[in-house]
């Protein structure tokens, strides 16, 4: 997928509220397919810089020709700004880019707010970094973009919604608020809670384990960079169906305590035979992890792909990593994934390229005759 300018410039003119990366975000996309784009912010040097670096103009006026407004404040303000904006544009459709639907759509309503021209919307991507200074114009294409209609919700809004999510390269998909917050609770808020608490243990580890730490550990703490005040809030707001997901974790991994705490007892002073199923309880969690790994949707949205992985030695200098690529388009060969792990105490990298099966072999006899190093 990509942006589809056709799309952005038969928006009407669009109002973004917030101009942080999600914001900021939205006004490049929608600005580099011809879209009118208006830029509020109460933060004039976060105004000043989404505009400057060309998501729209800073809004002036009262914006009567305002069709679509687009809040993108945080999530503790979000239902605020929401009613704010549909009094200031009583014509225009409002959604906003909060990662819960449920609290905002419940206090909309309890505070009069129009329900018929609001359209909640979630866009499931992000970055590590915020502010508009980590803004990209192409950061929604290909992901989804869960659009939350209310029952009361017009047609014809919910239409436009839509396609501000085609207009920027992202998937729409309609689903309702409490089903939204379920659904994001597993598959986006606790993996943070996970990586980030795997990521509290390395502040105490001896600098030796910290040394040893390879792609394994990065892939799992990599969001644990995330802002902990925003996250704060989201997790605050999504906190029962957060808790559901937790509370069965914490099931799980007392599981998995008890069968190593047997196994550990194993051959000490008294000890006995441990418990039986001890460890296959602790298997049973890592064969349910595979079985729950393979649901994880493949590329483009589709039916996930086991991949064959070729591992290369590439130096750690540039123009390594073009002659890499330029060698394995000239073996006519697609790479479905790429991880780059660089080597402990040595000037290379070792990059991870993911294949179809049926195409491995060939790619290793093109790269080993074009002179690389191959990790068996």
Known sequence: MSLDAAVAAGLPTVKVVGTGLLGTSVGLGLASGGARVLLSDPSPTALALARDLGAGSAAAGDGADVGLVVVAAPPDVTADVVLAELAAHPAATVTDVASVKSGILAEVAARGGDLSRYVGGHPMAGRERSGPVAARGDLFIGRPWVVCAGEKADGDRVDLVR??????????????????????????????????????????????????????????????????????????ANAAPVLDVLTALRADLDGV????????????????????????????????????????????????????????????????????????????????????????????????????????????????????????
């Open 257 to 376: 305590i008890a069968g190593l705490a047997s196994i550990a007892a194993e051959g000490g002073p008294g000890a006995g035979t441990p418990a039986l199923g001890a460890r296959a309880a602790v298997a049973k969690v890592v064969a349910d992890g595979n079985v729950g790994r393979e649901r994880i949707p493949g590329k483009h949205g589709g039916q996930a792909t086991r991949y064959a992985v070729v591992t290369v030695v590439v130096p750690d200098a540039p123009g390594s990593l073009a002659r890499l690529f330029a060698d394995i388009g000239d073996a006519g060969v697609n790479v479905e994934e790429l991880a780059l792990e660089h080597a402990p105490g040595r000037a290379v990298g070792l990059v991870e390229v993911s294949v179809l099966p049926g195409v491995r072999e060939r790619l290793e006899a093109a790269l080993d005759a074009a002179g690389w190093k191959i990790v068996a």
């Open 163 to 236: 396609r501000l999510a085609l207009a920027l390269g992202a998937t729409p998909v309609v689903m309702g608020a409490e089903e939204h917050d379920a659904s994001v609770a597993v598959v986006s808020h606790v993996p943070q809670v996970a990586a980030s608490l795997v990521a509290a243990r390395l502040r105490t580890a001896p600098e030796g384990a910290v040394g040893l730490a390879g792609q394994g550990l990065r892939d799992v703490t990599r969001i644990a960079s995330s802002d902990p005040l925003l996250w704060a809030q989201i997790l605050s």
